[in-house]
Protein backbone atom coordinates (compact mmCIF):
# COMPACT_ATOMS: atom_id res chain seq x y z
CA UNK A 1 0.00 0.00 0.00
CA UNK A 2 1.60 3.48 -1.40
CA UNK A 3 1.20 6.39 0.58
CA UNK A 4 -1.85 9.14 -0.55
CA UNK A 5 -0.27 11.13 -3.33
CA UNK A 6 -0.25 14.73 -3.57
CA UNK A 7 -3.80 14.71 -5.60
CA UNK A 8 -5.23 12.68 -2.86
CA UNK A 9 -4.09 15.15 0.12
CA UNK A 10 -5.63 17.93 -2.14
CA UNK A 11 -8.51 16.55 -3.19
CA UNK A 12 -9.11 15.83 0.75
CA UNK A 13 -8.14 18.71 2.22
CA UNK A 14 -10.63 20.88 -0.31
CA UNK A 15 -13.46 18.17 1.07
CA UNK A 16 -12.32 19.60 4.62
CA UNK A 17 -12.61 22.94 3.93
CA UNK A 18 -15.73 22.95 1.95
CA UNK A 19 -17.83 21.16 5.00
CA UNK A 20 -16.59 23.42 7.62
CA UNK A 21 -18.96 25.51 9.33
CA UNK A 22 -18.75 28.17 11.76
CA UNK A 23 -20.16 27.94 15.00
CA UNK A 24 -22.57 29.96 15.87
CA UNK A 25 -25.25 30.16 18.68
CA UNK A 26 -28.86 31.72 18.37
CA UNK A 27 -29.38 34.73 21.10
CA UNK A 28 -32.87 34.82 21.80
CA UNK A 29 -35.09 36.83 24.78
CA UNK A 30 -37.13 34.99 26.78
CA UNK A 31 -40.30 35.56 29.04
CA UNK A 32 -41.66 32.46 30.50
CA UNK A 33 -41.12 29.81 27.79
CA UNK A 34 -39.19 29.00 24.78
CA UNK A 35 -38.79 26.06 22.58
CA UNK A 36 -36.49 25.13 19.77
CA UNK A 37 -36.32 21.95 17.30
CA UNK A 38 -33.01 20.34 15.56
CA UNK A 39 -32.80 17.49 13.23
CA UNK A 40 -30.27 14.98 14.36
CA UNK A 41 -29.76 12.99 10.50
CA UNK A 42 -28.05 10.03 11.80
CA UNK A 43 -28.62 7.25 14.62
CA UNK A 44 -25.74 7.28 17.30
CA UNK A 45 -24.79 11.24 16.37
CA UNK A 46 -23.24 13.08 18.89
CA UNK A 47 -24.71 16.30 20.65
CA UNK A 48 -23.10 19.16 21.71
CA UNK A 49 -24.92 21.73 23.53
CA UNK A 50 -24.23 25.24 25.58
CA UNK A 51 -26.48 28.09 27.18
CA UNK A 52 -25.72 30.90 29.20
CA UNK A 53 -27.81 33.08 30.51
CA UNK A 54 -26.17 36.75 29.31
CA UNK A 55 -28.49 39.60 31.26
CA UNK A 56 -32.15 40.07 32.12
CA UNK A 57 -33.91 43.20 31.25
CA UNK A 58 -33.83 44.90 34.63
CA UNK A 59 -30.66 46.87 34.68
CA UNK A 60 -30.86 46.37 38.74
CA UNK A 61 -31.79 42.76 38.76
CA UNK A 62 -29.17 40.26 38.89
CA UNK A 63 -30.15 36.85 40.74
CA UNK A 64 -28.49 32.81 39.95
CA UNK A 65 -31.92 31.45 39.73
CA UNK A 66 -31.19 30.34 36.15
CA UNK A 67 -33.46 28.90 33.63
CA UNK A 68 -34.55 25.24 33.29
CA UNK A 69 -34.30 23.32 30.44
CA UNK A 70 -35.92 19.96 28.92
CA UNK A 71 -34.52 18.21 25.97
CA UNK A 72 -37.05 15.45 23.92
CA UNK A 73 -36.11 13.14 21.91
CA UNK A 74 -37.82 12.27 18.29
CA UNK A 75 -40.40 10.21 20.32
CA UNK A 76 -40.91 12.54 23.15
CA UNK A 77 -38.76 11.00 25.47
CA UNK A 78 -36.78 12.59 28.39
CA UNK A 79 -33.58 13.08 27.67
CA UNK A 80 -32.25 15.69 30.19
CA UNK A 81 -33.84 18.19 32.35
CA UNK A 82 -31.99 20.85 33.88
CA UNK A 83 -33.39 23.46 36.52
CA UNK A 84 -31.97 26.64 37.60
CA UNK A 85 -28.86 26.85 35.62
CA UNK A 86 -26.93 29.81 34.65
CA UNK A 87 -25.05 28.41 32.03
CA UNK A 88 -24.13 24.46 31.21
CA UNK A 89 -22.15 22.49 28.58
CA UNK A 90 -23.27 18.80 27.60
CA UNK A 91 -23.26 16.28 25.01
CA UNK A 92 -25.73 13.12 24.70
CA UNK A 93 -25.70 10.50 21.96
CA UNK A 94 -28.77 10.43 19.73
CA UNK A 95 -30.08 6.72 19.90
CA UNK A 96 -32.45 7.47 17.49
CA UNK A 97 -32.33 10.05 14.51
CA UNK A 98 -35.04 12.51 14.08
CA UNK A 99 -35.79 15.79 15.82
CA UNK A 100 -35.01 16.57 19.30
CA UNK A 101 -36.64 19.82 21.32
CA UNK A 102 -35.07 21.96 23.60
CA UNK A 103 -37.40 23.46 25.65
CA UNK A 104 -36.19 26.55 27.99
CA UNK A 105 -38.52 27.80 31.05
CA UNK A 106 -37.72 31.37 32.76
CA UNK A 107 -39.24 31.39 36.39
CA UNK A 108 -37.63 35.16 36.70
CA UNK A 109 -39.88 37.66 36.69
CA UNK A 110 -37.53 39.50 33.95
CA UNK A 111 -36.87 39.03 30.31
CA UNK A 112 -33.68 36.54 30.36
CA UNK A 113 -31.24 37.08 27.42
CA UNK A 114 -30.03 33.45 26.42
CA UNK A 115 -27.19 32.65 24.45
CA UNK A 116 -28.02 28.65 22.94
CA UNK A 117 -25.82 26.61 21.00
CA UNK A 118 -26.14 23.32 19.85
CA UNK A 119 -23.73 21.28 17.64
CA UNK A 120 -24.25 17.74 15.86
CA UNK A 121 -20.70 15.65 15.44
CA UNK A 122 -21.22 12.87 12.58
CA UNK A 123 -18.52 11.70 10.16
CA UNK A 124 -19.65 10.91 7.18
CA UNK A 125 -16.65 11.18 4.18
CA UNK A 126 -16.95 7.30 4.04
CA UNK A 127 -20.76 7.74 2.88
CA UNK A 128 -20.48 10.46 0.50
CA UNK A 129 -17.21 9.35 -1.28
CA UNK A 130 -16.19 6.16 -3.17
CA UNK A 131 -13.95 4.22 -0.71
CA UNK A 132 -10.37 3.52 -1.70
CA UNK A 133 -7.46 2.49 0.00
CA UNK A 134 -5.20 5.06 -0.17
CA UNK A 135 -8.32 7.86 0.90
CA UNK A 136 -9.42 5.72 3.69
CA UNK A 137 -6.55 6.38 6.21
CA UNK A 138 -6.49 10.29 5.10
CA UNK A 139 -10.10 10.33 5.64
CA UNK A 140 -10.18 9.15 8.80
CA UNK A 141 -7.72 11.54 10.18
CA UNK A 142 -9.55 14.35 8.08
CA UNK A 143 -12.64 13.20 10.01
CA UNK A 144 -10.97 13.51 13.51
CA UNK A 145 -9.59 16.96 12.70
CA UNK A 146 -13.09 18.52 11.28
CA UNK A 147 -15.01 17.05 14.12
CA UNK A 148 -11.88 18.38 16.63
CA UNK A 149 -12.41 21.67 14.97
CA UNK A 150 -15.88 21.68 15.68
CA UNK A 151 -15.01 21.08 19.60
CA UNK A 152 -12.62 23.72 19.91
CA UNK A 153 -14.82 26.39 18.13
CA UNK A 154 -18.39 24.88 20.03
CA UNK A 155 -15.67 25.72 23.35
CA UNK A 156 -14.72 29.08 22.33
CA UNK A 157 -18.28 29.89 21.82
CA UNK A 158 -19.27 28.94 25.34
CA UNK A 159 -16.37 30.78 26.92
CA UNK A 160 -17.14 34.20 24.90
CA UNK A 161 -21.08 33.85 26.13
CA UNK A 162 -19.31 33.23 29.65
CA UNK A 163 -16.99 35.69 29.24
CA UNK A 164 -19.73 38.43 28.31
CA UNK A 165 -22.04 37.22 31.02
CA UNK A 166 -19.51 38.19 33.48
CA UNK A 167 -18.15 40.72 32.12
CA UNK A 168 -21.79 42.61 32.11
CA UNK A 169 -22.35 41.04 36.06
CA UNK A 170 -19.15 42.84 37.31
CA UNK A 171 -20.61 45.95 35.38
CA UNK A 172 -23.51 46.12 37.41
CA UNK A 173 -21.63 44.99 40.74
CA UNK A 174 -19.59 47.97 39.74
CA UNK A 175 -22.38 50.66 39.42
CA UNK A 176 -24.35 49.34 42.70
CA UNK A 177 -21.19 49.74 44.45
CA UNK A 178 -21.19 53.50 43.43
CA UNK A 179 -24.46 54.09 43.83
CA UNK A 180 -24.74 52.72 47.37
CA UNK A 181 -21.51 55.02 48.38
CA UNK A 182 -23.34 57.86 46.66
CA UNK A 183 -26.36 57.19 49.43
CA UNK A 184 -24.21 55.96 51.92
CA UNK A 185 -22.34 59.76 51.36
CA UNK A 186 -24.99 61.68 51.16
CA UNK A 187 -27.00 59.56 53.98
CA UNK A 188 -24.00 60.79 56.21
CA UNK A 189 -24.28 64.81 55.08
CA UNK A 190 -27.72 64.97 55.24
CA UNK A 191 -27.43 63.41 59.25
CA UNK A 192 -24.23 65.93 59.91
CA UNK A 193 -26.50 68.84 58.75
CA UNK A 194 -29.43 67.85 61.00
CA UNK A 195 -26.72 67.12 63.95
CA UNK A 196 -25.46 70.59 63.57
CA UNK A 197 -28.84 72.17 63.02
CA UNK A 198 -30.31 70.59 66.34
CA UNK A 199 -27.37 71.49 68.35
CA UNK A 200 -27.54 75.32 67.24
CA UNK A 201 -31.24 74.73 68.37
CA UNK A 202 -30.04 73.61 71.21
CA UNK A 203 -27.20 76.31 72.04
CA UNK A 204 -30.31 79.02 70.92
CA UNK A 205 -32.51 77.88 73.36
CA UNK A 206 -30.36 77.31 75.98
CA UNK A 207 -28.97 80.80 75.41
CA UNK A 208 -32.42 81.85 75.80
CA UNK A 209 -32.93 80.83 78.58
CA UNK A 210 -29.86 81.99 80.47
CA UNK A 211 -30.54 85.28 79.40
CA UNK A 212 -34.07 85.54 81.12
Partial sequence: MGCPSFWHVLVAMLVLFSSLRAVSGIRFVIDREECFSHNVEYDGDTVHVSFVVIKSDSSWHYSDNGVDLLVKGPSGDQIH????????KFEFVAHRKGVHRFCFTNKSPYHETIDFDVHVGHYSFHDEHAKDEHFNPLLDQIGKLEEALYNIQFEQHWLEAQTERQAIVNDLMSRRA?????????ALIGASVLQVYLLRRLFERKLGMSRV
Avoid: M, P, Q
Fill in 178 to 186: IHKAFFESA
Fill in 81 to 88: DFHDKISE
